[in-house]
């Protein structure tokens, strides 16, 4: 057995703090900025795999939508995913197979490994190579962003068992300042391993392994594993929190990975504080087949009384026989509520003028306003370059950095993700959620309109503590200079170039850029203008929260002083945003609301010689009647008025 040796500060330092500055790059556009392909191109791969062998990995699927490198660090490298003693358990007695992993478009890997680790207060300190191939293998030339998948198979298949704490699984690869072969799945996220030679000078420590930032993307790298598998063996995977309504069943979704020959139907129980109610059956209606990890909806009732108590799901039986699996439980919190209270999702996304792949990002968000409406509140951050005249620094945003746009994070709990490929669905998933609080806020502007007080007012179901921040946002910013159009790769100017070769290519949504030019004077919304940070430092409270109680929060924002920014902004389409957080940072509920003026809501009874020609309600959308609460009306002497509907 082949065997590497590395001293225990080397590793320390490549996979800890020295790894942070170290991201991974996507195949890129010729226009130099992140463009994945139109409908996420998918390896048309199926695995070949015999009947007693199984994929084990970030994901055992054969999608692949993306091909990254790490152009800075040329060489022959090698690439990793590590799978913990909790991904290798379910298979102690079956044997390492073979290595299965997409490669890109024209690129070559020289044989395939698995690495055991030895671990030391969590730190790896030893790698023994266990099983490798030094079997070469190609994948066709092709498009940007295509590439195939291969197995490679060992010779001497060594059985996996609880002496392996760790293992790294990978293939061996050349990597130049150009080409980007490694195969990523966007849906997943996974730790992204890379043995190059980074010198000093580069932030490294010579030819080690070092961690990189993936992006939120998973590596497309499985391990084969073959053995005895039972035919009717299923592992529910953790179930995280459940929060249901008292006297209410709400349906959860739950992951269940099969070991087994086919899957239709389970048996479960359910057990609230170790105490397991009646044996359940569920028909899923179709068999899942061989293998594989599989979504599906249970129902789950409340504790009979409000708080939150452990939960276990026992699967029982699979397919009318016992349950096979040694792992057949998984656990989780359910949170029993009081009430149902309205969900309300925040997409922050990083963006910018001078991205030309911004303009799809811009379409993304007008798309999540209409489709979600008053659930859903959007920050468009231009935080990509400061030559923006929106370009803002006085926030925080924990995955989004001002070197990669368009990106977008929900609810400060994702990875960053693409606003127009991937969040838009990604939103709708989080409307189901039940948040343990309500928000309201509103926001009056002070001192001749250069500040904006905003108070907020959180009801809570809970105890605990909890942090605000607050933002403004404004609608309807355009300009007349040069600074103020938007680059736009979508214009048939880069046909070709912008995966669309005729107007007809592109999504009909995209298509009105197609027109537009490659630059072009577009009205902007959502944008963060203000907040409650200064640089990277929130400055807003919110006293400790009380279960069924309401507390308040105030902060006084102040309003843009920029010349460039001050004259585009309209203050009745200003909005101020109130985010609740918990103690992860991720926001848990948020609400938004039109600043008014101290003096100027005036009442709907008013009388006045012009005459209303339209009606907004506070998200800017048109109503054909007045509504309860702040009407915005136009009126027929060109004014603008903000009118209260009692």
């Known amino acids: 057995m082949k065997k590497f040796l590395l001293s225990a500060f080397a590793m320390l330092l490549a996979l800890t703090a020295g790894a942070q500055s170290f991201t991974v790059e996507k195949s890129p556009n010729p226009l130099g900025v992140q463009a994945p392909a139109f409908g996420a191109f998918k390896a048309p791969a199926k695995a070949n795999l015999a009947a007693n062998q199984r994929l084990v990995g970030y994901f055992d699927t054969d999608d692949c939508d993306n091909y990254v490198g790490v152009t800075n660090f040329t060489g022959n490298n090698k690439v990793a995913i590590k799978l913990t003693a909790d991904d290798l358990a379910p298979y102690y007695g079956k044997k390492i197979a073979g290595v299965r992993f997409n490669l890109g478009q024209g690129n070559t890997a020289n044989g395939v490994f698995v690495q055991n680790l030895t671990l030391e207060n969590g730190q790896i300190v030893d790698m023994t190579e266990i099983a490798s191939s030094d079997k070469s293998v190609t994948s066709a030339a092709g498009a940007t962003n295509t590439g195939e998948w291969h197995e490679v198979m060992f010779d001497n298949k060594v059985e996996l ?49 070092y961690q990189f930032q993936s992006g939120g993307m998973g590596l497309a790298i499985q391990l084969i594993v073959e053995g005895d598998f039972a035919p009717n063996s299923v592992q529910p995977l953790d179930l995280g929190t459940i929060k249901v309504v008292l ?182 998933t989080t409307l189901d959620d039940l948040p343990v609080v309500d928000v309201k806020v509103t926001g009056t502007f002070a001192e001749e309109d250069t500040k904006v007080n905003a108070k907020a007012s959180v009801e809570s179901l809970v105890s605990g503590d909890y942090n605000i921040v607050y933002a403004l946002v404004a609608d309807g910013l355009t300009g007349t200079t040069n600074k103020w159009k938007q680059k736009n790769a979508y214009s048939k100017t880069y046909a070709g170039s912008n995966g669309a070769n005729n107007k007809s290519d592109l999504p009909e949504d995209l298509q009105p850029l197609w027109d537009a030019g490659s630059t072009y004077f577009a009205t902007f919304n959502d944008v963060l203008i203000a907040s409650s940070y200064t640089k990277s430092k929130n400055n807003a409270t919110l006293p400790t929260l009380v279960e069924n109680g309401v507390v308040s929060s105030e902060y006084t924002l102040s309003m843009p002083t920029s010349t460039k920014i001050k004259s585009a902004i309209k203050h009745d389409k200003v909005y101020v945003v109130a985010m609740v957080l918990d103690k992860k940072g991720a926001i848990i509920n948020a609400a938004k609301s039109l600043v008014t003026n101290s003096t100027g809501i005036e009442n709907v009874n008013n009388s006045s010689e012009a005459t209303v020609v339209a009606r907004y309600n506070v998200n800017g959308v048109q109503i054909a009647a007045p509504v309860k609460g702040i009407n915005i009306v136009k009126m027929s002497d060109g004014t603008t008025r903000k009118v209260l509907v009692k």
């Open 161 to 209: 068992s609880s002496s392996f704490q760790e293992l790294f699984v990978g293939f061996n690869y050349k990597q130049t300042s150009s080409n980007y072969p490694i195969g990523v799945n966007s849906e997943v996220d996974g730790p992204f391993f890379v043995y190059a030679n980074i010198p000093a000078s580069q932030g490294g420590s010579g030819e080690t392994w």
């Open 247 to 428: 006297g209410k069943t709400k349906n959860v979704k739950v992951t269940l990975k099969n070991f087994g020959s086919k899957l239709s139907n389970i048996d479960y129980t359910i057990a609230l504080n170790g105490k397991a109610g009646a044996e359940q059956h569920l028909d899923f209606g179709k068999d899942f087949g061989v293998g594989g990890k599989h979504t599906v909806e249970i129902p789950f009732a409340a504790a009979p009384t409000t708080g939150e108590v452990p939960v276990t799901l026992t699967i029982t039986k699979v397919n009318g026989e016992k349950n096979a699996s040694t792992s057949n439980s998984a656990s989780g919190t359910l949170i029993t509520l009081s009430k149902a209270l309205k969900k309300v999702t925040v997409v922050e996304e990083n963006t910018g003028t001078n991205c030309p792949w911004c303009s799809r990002g811009h379409v993304a968000m007008e798309k999540m306003r209409k489709l979600y409406g008053d659930q859903f509140v959007g920050i468009a951050w231009h935080y990509f370059e400061n030559g923006d005249p929106m370009y803002f620094t006085n926030y925080s945003v924990p995955g989004l950095s001002n070197g990669a746009a368009p990106q977008a994070v929900i609810n400060r709990s994702s990875s960053a993700m693409d606003p127009y490929f991937d969040a838009v669905t990604a939103v709708a």
